[in-house]
């Protein structure tokens, strides 16, 4: 018989690329193997992301090149998952007659069903969702050494520019035990490192009947045997508590590195965008963590061009980039999304504007972090392979606990998974070289 094959093409963010993972270990598991061409495949899914236009717009011209190929192969299933999924349902199924299915974002928690249906010919959307549990069994991931793990599903925050909270529903926490398991069965499988994902980490636990938050459940991920690292995305500023500082401080295995988006550095953007905290409270819990962890890195997202958005506001972004010495930034033009409260305001700062503000901000942040790198010659860093390749130079390559990427060389025979001590001889932008010793 011939075997089958399935591609996944995944837009978004890290909860889409675990979902991705369920989705492929189910399909494996009804015989599919994994490619990574489009045009062999038998079943092809667009894991869809609607927080900005330009990976939407992307969606429908990659629909369009699968149109053309599913002409030559008809058999080949179509299945659209993620918040795009989410949010049109029935209209995108009716829209778009090469699609076979649209899975909402609750129904990855039956992904063996819908492939069943889907293989069995169906044509449907399952966009039901559950805002009263959330519980996942654990699955079978391919060998790795770094995982990620959902903690929660949903937001409830309405920042007004962002679509989650419609499309992911309110905040569903995981019980303790079931993230636990699964973290346990990770490890028992090789894994090393888990990075913890919800949209808004810091509020884990308050739909649980239990009384547990994030800080505990660190703790008692700390305590996983064989674990090495822990990370977690993505955190809100207004959420992340002095309980949360202790927390990364006393569980040896959290890494020294928080992503703490800012978005703006100007209180009347941040109250236009309902953040819910001002640059003021957000740099004293900066100045918080660094006291209780001298050597902790930070990274931040920020929107450009938000409605209204004025030179003077724009400097305030550049004044906190500068303040706060970011280890890195993401930063996005803003675009409207429609269902966002922020759908109604004008989009009033002109396109070119955007950009211009968007380049000075990478410009400022690139020759702050450029004058940081000779600081981080010289010193050594642990670092867990992940990856080793054919480089004559640098054969080995991972990441430290403040989330760097580091490519190394050494004497020994090292495998997946070993953590190595590397001295620092080339810091770079992207990437800092050493040696192991
Ligand atoms: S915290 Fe704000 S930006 Fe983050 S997912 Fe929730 S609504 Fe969106």
């Known amino acids: 018989m011939q075997s089958k094959h399935y591609f996944i093409y995944t837009f978004g963010c890290a909860m889409n690329e675990y979902d991705t993972e369920r989705i492929a270990a189910a399909l494996e598991a009804k015989g599919y193997i994994p490619s990574d061409k489009v045009d062999d ?60 299915f649209v899975m909402g974002t609750d129904a990855v928690t039956h992904i063996d069903d819908i492939i ?10 399952d966009t039901q969702t559950d805002s009263s549990s959330f519980s996942i069994s654990s699955f079978s991931r391919k060998e790795k050494i770094a995982a990620n793990v959902t903690i929660m599903k949903g937001c409830n925050n309405y920042c007004s520019y962002c679509i989650v909270p419609y499309v992911r529903g309110r905040e569903v ?23 913890l994902l919800g949209q808004n980490v810091n509020s884990y636990g308050r739909n649980l009947s239990e009384k547990i938050d994030f800080p505990d459940l660190l703790s008692l991920v700390n305590k996983v045997n064989g674990l090495e690292r822990i990370r977690f995305v993505t955190s809100h500023p207004k959420d992340f508590s002095e309980k949360m500082i202790y927390a990364m401080a006393e569980n040896e295995k959290v890494c020294r590195y928080l992503h703490l988006p800012l978005q703006s550095g100007s209180n009347a953007v941040l109250k236009a965008m309902n953040r819910k905290y001002t640059y003021e409270e957000y740099r004293e819990k900066i100045i918080k963590a660094r006291e209780v962890m001298p050597d902790i890195e930070f990274s931040s997202d920020f929107i450009v061009g938000f409605p209204n958005e004025t030179d003077d506001d724009f400097n305030d972004t550049l004044n906190a980039v500068q303040e706060i010495g970011y280890d ?10 429609p269902g966002t409260k922020a759908f109604d305001m004008e989009d009033n700062v002109p396109a070119n504007v955007k950009s211009e503000r968007l380049n000075s901000l990478f410009a400022l942040q690139d020759s702050l972090y450029d004058k940081r790198l000779p600081g981080m010659e010289g010193i050594k860093t642990e670092v867990l392979v992940t990856s080793i390749n054919n480089d004559k130079e640098y054969p080995y390559y991972g990441l430290n606990m403040y989330n760097r990427k580091v490519a190394f060389s050494s004497n020994k025979n090292l495998t997946f998974g070993d953590t190595a001590s590397v001295l620092i001889k080339n810091a770079k932008r992207n990437c800092m070289y050493g040696i192991e010793v």
Do not use: H, W
Request: with cysteine; net charge positive.
């Open 116 to 125: 069943e249906k889907a293989i069995n010919g169906e044509r449907f959307a």
């Open 41 to 100: 495949s038998d079943f092809i899914i667009l894991n869809t992301c609607s927080v900005r236009e330009k990976p939407q717009v992307k969606i429908l011209s990659y629909l369009g090149q699968i149109k053309l190929l599913k002409e030559k192969r008809p058999n080949m299933i179509v299945g659209i998952t993620g918040c795009v999924a989410q949010q049109e349902g029935e209209k995108f199924l009716k829209n778009n007659k090469v699609v076979n």
């Open 173 to 195: 926490s995981r019980t303790p035990e079931e993230i636990i398991n699964e973290i346990k069965s990770l490890v028992d499988n090789g894994v090393k490192e888990v990075c």
């Open 328 to 337: 890195r930034i993401f930063a996005f033009n803003y675009s409207k999304r």
